[in-house]
């Protein structure tokens, strides 16, 4: 996808509400989708994938919704703690020939949880 | 398992210098990758391997290098130094159908 520069996204909550983060996601091919979190210093951290095959696939307080439609991803992570505080990313991969090894990255979602 | 190790964690370069970045996995993973991210941007990918032998271009490939003379070493290779090229640089690596492991990063600064 395009960079959009220093300007990420930004989502604020209070601790204790649900969250939502959404990623458009450029390629109508790929098939397999990932959200990671990183904090500060830290390298990115796995934490769901979905498949093409799925719309939906749920996690220990985090849920992922595909919709291939419109090519859309959300994150839900229900009663959100101060320790969510992070910047968000999605990811997309090809599963097949020449693309398998490769993940694209979206440009990311600041998430501040307030206490 | 001590899952995907970079080293150095921090490294300043002169212009025009050479340096190799080090990544080592110990899962037996197939596929490893390097990227770069810079400051409010995503991950964008420089090169990636499928296996020992194997290595093909990314997004961001021009002014380094790799090799995968082994499953478990993807190192990294900046051939001539440019500010450009300032930045965190990731290691990651995949087994099968599932997601990459990421390491701590290597942030690099090119004076």
């Known amino acids: 996808g395009e960079s959009v520069g220093l300007h990420l996204p930004t989502l604020s909550v209070q601790e204790g509400d649900n969250s939502i983060i959404n990623c458009a996601y450029s390629n109508s091919a790929s098939d397999y989708f990932i959200w990671y979190k990183q904090e500060s210093g830290k390298g990115p951290q796995f934490i769901i994938d979905?498949?093409?095959?799925?719309d939906k696939r749920q996690g220990q307080r985090v849920t992922v919704l595909l919709n291939k439609t419109v090519k859309h991803l959300s994150l839900q992570i229900a009663a959100t703690q101060p320790g969510d505080s992070a910047v968000y990313f999605c990811a997309e991969n090809i599963g097949r020939g020449t693309s398998y090894g490769k993940l694209t990255f979206g440009q990311g979602t600041i998430l501040t949880v307030h206490p | 398992n001590a899952g995907v190790t970079q080293t150095p964690k921090f490294q300043v370069l002169k212009t025009g210098q050479s340096m190799t970045l080090q990544c080592a996995q110990d899962m037996n993973h197939e596929y490893m990758s390097w990227y770069r991210q810079d400051p409010g941007m995503g991950l964008r990918l420089i090169h990636y391997?499928?296996?020992?032998?194997?290595?093909d271009q990314g997004e961001v490939p021009n002014g380094y290098n790799v090799s995968r003379s082994t499953t478990e070493d993807f190192p990294l290779r900046l051939l001539s130094a440019a500010p450009s090229q300032t930045s965190v640089y990731f290691c990651a690596s995949r087994r099968g159908d599932y997601g990459y492991t990421f390491g701590s990063g290597t942030r690099l600064t090119v004076v």
């Open positions: 391997s499928v296996g020992a032998g194997i290595t």
């Open positions: 979905i498949r093409s095959n799925m």
